[in-house]
């Protein structure tokens, strides 16, 4: 939805939706089994800001932050080394639940294509991480106030840091696969491409071979079918026309001087 509908919104995740709409949305979302049909039955509160807002709610109400609380401490060093961060990062998240991963991978795969509309949107990758970082990097809860409060830069330029390096963080494969599972078009593919991948093309035709052309269909009258003309015969008279015309008498030559 948002892919369709948002990326062409300015301050796509920032806009706040209704409260009391988002709520509403959480509920029929926790308590139905397809996606679709919550979406059907709720058309008229499926706005934008409310569908951006509901995805933060569900990251943030997470039991385990998206980014592991345990990897909190790390990821703030990597802050001071963007150079050596794919790296660093590569090796801390093969630590962490199956569940977590490919879900970061599926934000971080989306959060790209927003910030490749980021003229239009204004919502850069920088401006994501702002959003995004209190949401699934998260500090312990036992940590000092007044340390996380120091962190709050270092946690948004990690954000960004990830964003910006999606492609380089995850193979090829899984950035084609997150995409997949996304249901949305890689920004950085052509379009045919696109739909290759992930099964929106169409299968190519087979190409038309030109046939001979059918012989001509006699002309109907209300009388029913007209038969062909007999070559060396007058032609046959057209019903309402009336009579046809009688050919001129020829006379016959003179007769010779006796």
Not at 20 to 43: K, W
Not at 111 to 118: G, H, P
Not at 125 to 146: C, G, H, Q, R, W
Request: negative net charge; charged residues 20%; glycine residues 4%.
């Amino acid at each position: 939805y948002l892919d369709e509908h948002g990326l062409d919104q300015v301050g796509l995740f920032r806009v706040a939706g209704d409260q009391g709409e988002i709520q509403q949305l959480e509920s029929a979302f926790q308590s139905a089994e397809d996606a679709g049909t919550v979406m059907e039955a709720n058309a008229s509160i499926l706005t934008v800001p409310n569908v951006a807002s509901l995805l933060k709610l569900w990251l943030r109400n997470l039991s385990v932050s998206l980014i592991p609380e345990s990897s909190y401490s790390r990821m703030m060093s990597y802050a001071n080394t963007p150079d050596t961060l794919v790296a660093k990062v590569s090796e801390e998240i093969s630590s962490w639940p199956r569940a977590h991963l490919v879900t970061l991978r599926l934000l971080l795969c989306f959060l790209t294509k927003v910030a490749k509309e980021s003229e239009v949107n204004k919502m850069s990758a920088e401006n994501l991480a702002i959003v995004f970082s209190p949401t699934i990097l998260k500090a312990p809860e036992d940590m000092d106030p007044m340390a996380v409060m120091q962190n709050v830069q270092a946690s948004i330029k990690v954000v960004a840091l990830l964003i910006d390096k999606c492609r380089e963080l995850f193979s090829e494969d899984d950035v084609e696969d997150a995409f997949a599972k996304l249901a949305i078009d890689d920004p950085t593919k052509p379009k045919r491409a696109n739909k290759m991948s992930y099964g929106g093309a169409k299968r190519a035709s087979a190409p038309v071979v030109p046939s001979a052309a059918p012989p001509p269909v006699p002309r109907r009258s209300a009388l029913g079918s007209t038969p062909p003309p007999v070559p060396g015969s007058s032609p046959p008279p057209i019903p309402g026309a009336g009579p046809p015309p009688v050919p001129p008498t020829r006379k016959p030559p003179p007769l010779p001087p006796p």
